[in-house]
């Protein structure tokens, strides 16, 4: 009998617990932002932005340079010109990781400068197919005001130069926050 209380009573407390989680989560609503700006990559010149640091000893002799490594503080601009407002950067590292086509593997943090996102933090990791028009890239998380999003983001180059190394590629971003 006093087996069968307790029961009731645990019971009785674990429904009330899942009705203050699902208040506590009714409470947090799910937002979208859509995002666009200009990522500026430069591995040559002046002002270089993303730096080789690992490459295999057949890196050079690959057609898709498979095991090179640079690590990037690449700036993220409103509009197109190296000189617009800048946003943020995206922070991290590209790899080559296919040996048949150009597929970088991207791990990035975009770390957002003033505006309403100021101090948050998108983090960003997928399959960027360097030849293709358009290369979709998920977002698995982030920081302030982007807790626990979800989103994906969109990359398509604005211009390239192929002498020099260094592009500029245009992300739509949507992201899913609360
Ligand atoms: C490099 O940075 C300096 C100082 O910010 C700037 O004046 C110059 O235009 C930049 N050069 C290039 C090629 O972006
Ligand atoms: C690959 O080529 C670059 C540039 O030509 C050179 O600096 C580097 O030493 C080479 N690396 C290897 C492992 O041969
Ligand atoms: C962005 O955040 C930094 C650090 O918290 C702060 O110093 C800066 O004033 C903020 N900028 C804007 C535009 O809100
Ligand atoms: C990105 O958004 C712009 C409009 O803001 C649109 O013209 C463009 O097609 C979009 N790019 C992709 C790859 O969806």
Redesign the pocket.
């Given at each position: 009998m006093a087996n069968e209380h307790l029961a009731t009573v645990a019971v009785a407390t674990m429904v009330i617990m899942c009705s203050v989680q699902s208040a506590q989560a009714n409470l947090l609503k799910e937002k979208i932002s859509h995002l666009q700006f200009y990522f500026h990559d430069r591995i040559s010149g002046k002002n270089v932005t993303a730096v080789n640091v690992a490459?295999a000893?057949t890196?050079?002799t690959s057609a898709t340079s498979f095991g090179l490594v640079y690590v990037m503080d690449d700036p993220l601009t409103e509009g197109p010109e190296p000189t617009s407002k800048l946003v943020g950067k995206a922070q991290g590292l590209y790899a080559s990781a296919s040996q048949e086509k150009v597929h970088l593997l991207m791990a990035v943090t975009y770390v957002f400068q003033g505006g309403k996102f100021n101090g948050s933090t998108l983090a960003v990791v997928g399959n960027n197919a360097g030849f293709t028009e358009v290369r979709e890239m998920a977002i698995v998380g982030g920081s302030g005001k982007f807790r626990l999003a979800r989103g994906y983001v969109l990359g398509q180059t604005h211009s390239f130069d192929s002498k020099s190394g260094n592009g500029i590629v245009r992300y739509n971003v949507t992201v899913h926050h609360y």
């Open positions: 490459s000893p890196t050079n």
